[in-house]
């Protein structure tokens, strides 16, 4: 019996594969995820309706399961409303992770350079959620489980 909050089958068997850097994206609504899977990753759909399920949903259940290095938001273009404030969404994610007594603070990457990072041969898991949150999307860095946990 899993003791973490995650029971999905198919998530679990690929995190569970999964080494320290593997990444996982966590990709909203209106991500291309079926286009953009880099080579070694596979695609699971959790996108059963709009606003269901939400990237922060997912981000708080993966932070039961697995330690997490580094979290990356797709950064946002000049040109973009939110270019001069983060979007809400972003606020709910430093939420979780404060919650999870995760230190790990979000890092944005150039929206261009995080589809690069996505077509990765690192990334091993994209979860395909049905977020309308604007910029919602979360590539994360798997850690390493310490002695004793």
């Keep these: 019996m899993l003791k973490h909050r995650l029971i999905?089958?198919?998530?679990?068997?690929?995190i569970g594969r999964a080494g320290h850097h593997s990444k996982i994206l966590?990709?909203?609504?209106?991500?291309?995820?079926s286009s953009t899977l880099?080579?070694?990753a596979q695609l699971v759909?959790?996108?059963?309706?709009?606003?269901?399920v939400t990237v922060a949903q997912v981000l708080e259940v993966l932070l039961t399961a697995i330690p997490i290095d580094v979290v990356n938001t797709m950064g946002i273009p000049a040109d973009d409303p939110y270019a001069q404030e983060d979007p809400p969404v972003w606020d709910d994610f430093?939420?979780?992770?404060?919650?999870?007594?995760?230190?790990?603070?979000?890092?944005?990457?150039?929206k261009w350079d995080f589809y690069e990072a996505v077509a990765s041969r690192d990334l091993v898991l994209t979860?395909?959620?049905?977020?309308?949150?604007?910029?919602?999307?979360?590539?994360?860095?798997?850690?390493?489980?310490?002695?004793g946990e």
Excluded at 8 to 14: K, Y
Excluded at 94 to 110: G, W
Excluded at 129 to 147: C, E, F, H, M, Y
Aim: charged fraction near 10%; avoid cysteine; charge should be neutral.
């Design 8 to 14: 999905h089958p198919e998530i679990n068997a690929i």
């Design 26 to 33: 966590i990709a909203d609504g209106n991500y291309p995820a």
């Design 38 to 40: 880099g080579p070694n």
């Design 45 to 52: 759909s959790l996108n059963l309706a709009p606003g269901l």
């Design 94 to 110: 430093r939420r979780i992770l404060h919650e999870a007594s995760s230190p790990v603070p979000l890092v944005p990457i150039q």
């Design 127 to 147: 979860i395909q959620t049905g977020d309308q949150a604007l910029w919602a999307n979360l590539l994360l860095s798997i850690g390493v489980r310490k002695p």
